[in-house]
C-alpha cells in the first residue's frame, strides 16, 4: 500500500513575529524553522504503520514551501519515511487552504495512496481545513483530530477526542485520509546514522506551478499584533469597599455570578 | 566560503537540542546535588542508542558517520543542559576516534560497536599520573612483557566515567631505558580484568554527575593483543588525539557559557529595580554584549577547528586556540552571569551557580589554558625558524 504523510514547516512558536512589508503575513527574516508539532505526529503514526507493513508499502512524506523546508522533508525520512516530495513555492504562506489543499490532491490524485496522514492544523495559520479539504478533493473517507489509530484488514479504527476529553470511536475503509492530534504518540527522535543514510533517499522537486489549478476563495487582507489593552483595573479603598467593587465588576463582566 | 551548517548537522543539532531540553535539563540539578546517577546512566544510554557516542566514527563500527563539525554542535547542545552528560558524550567520542585510528580490525571490530551502542555505558581515557599531569610523557605506570601477556603496574588518576566504563584506553611505560616519551605503549583493558582496581572518586568542584576516579594496575596482566599502534609509539599516539578531544571540551565550555547567559539575559528583561527591567541599564547591556560577543567568537573559532579536522587539513594550533579561548571565555560569561543575577546567581535555586562550578574545569581539563598557549605559540614560531 503507498502511504502519504503531508508536512509543513512552520516558525518556532516562541519567535518574535513581526508584520511582513505587505502587512498580510509574517516576516520570514530571522526565524528558526522546524516541523509543524501535529505533523510530527502523523509522519510517526505513519512510519509506525509502515513499519507494521513491511515493504510492502512505501511512505512518501510531502512538504510545500521554499528550500529550507528540506529540512524538515529530510527529518522525516530520518524518521522513516521512504521518499520525500518537494513542491517548490516560496509563496506559500501567501495561498489560502483551498489551494494548498488543491496542489496536495492534484499531486496525489494520480497516486493511489491508501492513506494520508496530516496533522490536525498547522501552529502559524491555524485553519485546519488542508487535511479534510485534500480529503474531499479526493473523495477519500476522513476522521480528524485522532488520538489513537490501528489498522487492520484494509480499515482504520480512529480514537478522537470530543470535547470536553470525551472520546469516541470510528471506523474508515481505505483510502481514507486522517489528521493527527496531540496524544496520538510521541514522535521519535531521528537517530544520526538515520539523518546521515536520509542523504541518500530521493528527494523529488516539482514547482508548484505545475499542480496549482485552483484560484484563492480567501484572502488574508491584514496581519498584525493585538492591539494593547489599556492598564488593569486598580481598585483602592478598605476592604468591605473592595468586595462589593469586585462583586459588580463580575456580575457586570461575566456570567460567574448572576 | 560558507559558514551555515548543512541540512544535516542541522538536523543533528535540532536532535540534540530537542533530547537535552526534555531529558536532561530537567535532571541537571538534581544530578548536580544528588548522589544519584541513574538518570544520567539512563540518559547515556538512549543518547548512544540515538548515536551521540561515534559521531565521527564510521558506519562500520556503529558510528553515525557525521563528521566533526556536527559531533561540535551536538556536544554544546548536550552541555546546555548538562555538562555532566556532556563529557561523558565527549570522552566516549574520543576513545572511539583513538580505536579507530589505531586499533586494528579486531580491536575496532571488538569494542567501538559496544561503546557507540550503549552496550558499554563509557569508555575510559587513562593517561594522567598524579606526576604526569601537564606532562604525560613523565608517566610511570609500567607494562612488562611475559610470555604472550603484558603485566601492567602503577596507577592513573582523574579518569572520567572510571566506575561505568566496559574498557579503557591506558597509556604505561614500556622501555624504561628510550628518551622520554619514546617508551610509552598504548593498551586495552577491559574492566573487570583481574588485578584493575577501579579507585576513590574525586570530590569535584562541579561535573558531579560525571564520575573522575584513581585507576590502580596491581599485576594487572592482559594479553599481548591488547596492545594498540606499535610498541612505543604510544606517547605520539596520545598527543595527536588529546588535539580532537579540544574540539569537544571548547564546544562543551561553549554549550555551558550560552546556557549562563541565555538564562541570565532572560532573567534581566523580568527583573525589576529602581523602577525598570534591569536589561535597561547600560551595565548589564555591556556584559551581555561582551558575554555573547565573545561566545560567538569562540564558536567561531570551535567551527574552523572542527572543519579542518573534518576536511583532513591541519587543526593543532586551530584547536587549542579554539579550546583556550572558549573555555576562558564561558568562564567569564558565567561571571557576568553571575553579576547579572546578584545574589540569585550565588544560590541553588538559580542554575548560574551550578554552571559556573561546571564550567570552571574547562580550561584546566584537557590540557590548561597554559598548555594551549604553549602549543599555539610552538606551531607559531615554527613558521618563523
Given at each position: 500500500m503507498k502511504l502519504l504523510v503531508c508536512i509543513k514547516q512552520v516558525p518556532d512558536m516562541e519567535s518574535r513575529f513581526k508584520p511582513n512589508s505587505a502587512g498580510t503575513w509574517y516576516s520570514d527574516s530571522d526565524l528558526a524553522w522546524r516541523m509543524n508539532e501535529y505533523d510530527e505526529y502523523a509522519v510517526e503514526q505513519a512510519v509506525r504503520l509502515r513499519e507494521q507493513l513491511g515493504d510492502s508499502s512505501e511512505l512518501t512524506v510531502l512538504s510545500i514551501g521554499p528550500d529550507r523546508v528540506v529540512e524538515s522533508i529530510k527529518k522525516s525520512l530520518a524518521m522513516g519515511c521512504d521518499r520525500g516530495v518537494h513542491i517548490q513555492d516560496p509563496a506559500i504562506h501567501e495561498k489560502d487552504p483551498w489551494q494548498v489543499a488543491g496542489i496536495i490532491a492534484a499531486y496525489a490524485k494520480e497516486q493511489g495512496f491508501g492513506l494520508i496522514f496530516t496533522g490536525m492544523q498547522s501552529q502559524d495559520r491555524g485553519s485546519a481545513q488542508v487535511g479534510v479539504t485534500v480529503a474531499e478533493l479526493l473523495q477519500y473517507a476522513c476522521a480528524t483530530t485522532l488520538v489513537g489509530f490501528a489498522f487492520d484488514n484494509g480499515v482504520v479504527t480512529a480514537k478522537r477526542e470530543l470535547e470536553g476529553g470525551i472520546k469516541g470511536v470510528v471506523k474508515l475503509p481505505i483510502p481514507a485520509l486522517v489528521t493527527c492530534q496531540l496524544g496520538l504518540n510521541v514522535p521519535r527522535y531521528p537517530t544520526l546514522p538515520n539523518i546521515m543514510k536520509a542523504k541518500k533517499?530521493?528527494?523529488?522537486?516539482?514547482?508548484?506551478?505545475?499542480?496549482?489549478?485552483?484560484?484563492?476563495?480567501?484572502?488574508?487582507?491584514?496581519?498584525?499584533?493585538?492591539?494593547?489593552?489599556?492598564?488593569?483595573?486598580?481598585?483602592?479603598?478598605?476592604?468591605?469597599?473592595?468586595?462589593?467593587?469586585?462583586?459588580?465588576?463580575?456580575?457586570?463582566?461575566?456570567?460567574?455570578?448572576? | 566560503m560558507h559558514l551555515d551548517l548543512t541540512e544535516e548537522q542541522k538536523l543533528i543539532q535540532d536532535t540534540a537540542r530537542d533530547f537535552a531540553g526534555s531529558e536532561l535539563e530537567p535532571v541537571a540539578a538534581a544530578l548536580d546535588s544528588g548522589n544519584d546517577r541513574t538518570p544520567m546512566l539512563a540518559n547515556l544510554k538512549k543518547l548512544a542508542e540515538l548515536g551521540f557516542m561515534g559521531l565521527n566514527v564510521k558506519e562500520q563500527y556503529g558510528g553515525a558517520e557525521a563528521g566533526v563539525v556536527a559531533f561540535s554542535v551536538a556536544i554544546s547542545e548536550i552541555a546546555r543542559a548538562c555538562a555532566s552528560t556532556a563529557v561523558t558524550l565527549s570522552v566516549n567520542n574520543m576513545v572511539c576516534e583513538v580505536i579507530q585510528a589505531i586499533g586494528n580490525e579486531e580491536q575496532k571490530t571488538k569494542y567501538i560497536p559496544k561503546i557507540c551502542s550503549g552496550e558499554y555505558i563509557a569508555?575510559?581515557?587513562?593517561?594522567?599520573?598524579?606526576?604526569?599531569?601537564?606532562?604525560?610523557?613523565?608517566?610511570?605506570?609500567?607494562?612488562?612483557?611475559?610470555?604472550?601477556?603484558?603485566?601492567?603496574?602503577?596507577?592513573?588518576?582523574?579518569?572520567?566515567?572510571?566506575?561505568?566504563?566496559?574498557?579503557?584506553?591506558?597509556?604505561?611505560?614500556?622501555?624504561?631505558?628510550?628518551?622520554?616519551?619514546?617508551?610509552?605503549?598504548?593498551?586495552?583493558?577491559?574492566?573487570?580484568?583481574?588485578?584493575?582496581?577501579?579507585?576513590?572518586?574525586?570530590?569535584?568542584?562541579?561535573?558531579?554527575?560525571?564520575?573522575?576516579?584513581?585507576?590502580?594496575?596491581?599485576?594487572?596482566?592482559?594479553?599481548?593483543?591488547?596492545?594498540?599502534?606499535?610498541?612505543?609509539?604510544?606517547?605520539?599516539?596520545?598527543?595527536?588525539?588529546?588535539?580532537?578531544?579540544?574540539?569537544?571540551?571548547?564546544?562543551?565550555?561553549?554549550?555551558?557559557?550560552?546556557?549562563?547567559?541565555?538564562?541570565?539575559?532572560?532573567?534581566?528583561?523580568?527583573?525589576?529595580?529602581?523602577?525598570?527591567?534591569?536589561?535597561?541599564?547600560?551595565?548589564?547591556?555591556?556584559?551581555?554584549?561582551?558575554?555573547?560577543?565573545?561566545?560567538?567568537?569562540?564558536?567561531?573559532?570551535?567551527?574552523?577547528?572542527?572543519?579542518?579536522?573534518?576536511?583532513?587539513?591541519?587543526?593543532?594550533?586551530?584547536?587549542?586556540?579554539?579550546?583556550?579561548?572558549?573555555?576562558?571565555?564561558?568562564?567569564?560569561?558565567?561571571?557576568?552571569?553571575?553579576?547579572?543575577?546578584?545574589?540569585?546567581?550565588?544560590?541553588?535555586?538559580?542554575?548560574?551557580?551550578?554552571?559556573?562550578?561546571?564550567?570552571?574545569?574547562?580550561?584546566?581539563y584537557e590540557g590548561t589554558s597554559e598548555i594551549q598557549r604553549l602549543i599555539i605559540s610552538r606551531e607559531i614560531l615554527r613558521n618563523f625558524s
Open positions: 533517499k530521493e528527494i523529488t522537486p516539482i514547482a508548484v506551478a505545475d499542480l496549482l489549478k485552483e484560484a484563492p476563495l480567501v484572502q488574508t487582507t491584514s496581519f498584525h499584533p493585538p492591539t494593547k489593552k489599556g492598564a488593569g483595573i486598580v481598585l483602592e479603598g478598605d476592604v468591605n469597599g473592595l468586595v462589593e467593587k469586585v462583586i459588580g465588576i463580575i456580575k457586570e463582566k461575566t456570567a460567574v455570578l448572576r | 569508555g575510559g581515557f587513562g593517561l594522567t599520573e598524579t606526576g604526569a599531569g601537564s606532562d604525560p610523557s613523565s608517566m610511570t605506570t609500567q607494562a612488562i612483557k611475559d610470555g604472550d601477556c603484558y603485566v601492567l603496574n602503577g596507577s592513573k588518576i582523574f579518569i572520567t566515567s572510571a566506575s561505568y566504563a566496559g574498557v579503557f584506553v591506558v597509556w604505561a611505560v614500556t622501555d624504561k631505558e628510550a628518551p622520554k616519551g619514546k617508551g610509552i605503549s598504548c593498551f586495552l583493558v577491559e574492566a573487570g580484568t583481574p588485578g584493575l582496581i577501579i579507585g576513590k572518586e574525586e570530590k569535584k568542584m562541579g561535573q558531579h554527575a560525571s564520575a573522575t576516579n584513581e585507576l590502580i594496575f596491581d599485576n594487572c596482566r592482559i594479553p599481548a593483543g591488547a596492545m594498540m599502534g606499535k610498541p612505543n609509539d604510544g606517547f605520539r599516539i596520545a598527543v595527536a588525539e588529546l588535539t580532537g578531544g579540544r574540539i569537544g571540551i571548547g564546544s562543551l565550555a561553549l554549550g555551558i557559557g550560552l546556557a549562563a547567559m541565555d538564562y541570565a539575559t532572560g532573567y534581566s528583561t523580568e527583573r525589576v529595580q529602581f523602577g525598570q527591567k534591569i536589561s535597561g541599564f547600560q551595565a548589564l547591556q555591556w556584559m551581555m554584549a561582551d558575554g555573547y560577543t565573545e561566545l560567538e567568537a569562540a564558536r567561531l573559532l570551535l567551527m574552523n577547528a572542527a572543519w579542518r579536522k573534518e576536511n583532513g587539513k591541519s587543526f593543532v594550533k586551530e584547536a587549542s586556540m579554539a579550546k583556550l579561548y572558549a573555555t576562558e571565555s564561558a568562564n567569564r560569561a558565567c561571571y557576568k552571569a553571575m553579576q547579572m543575577l546578584g545574589g540569585y546567581g550565588y544560590i541553588q535555586d538559580y542554575p548560574i551557580e551550578r554552571f559556573t562550578r561546571d564550567a570552571r574545569v574547562t580550561s584546566i
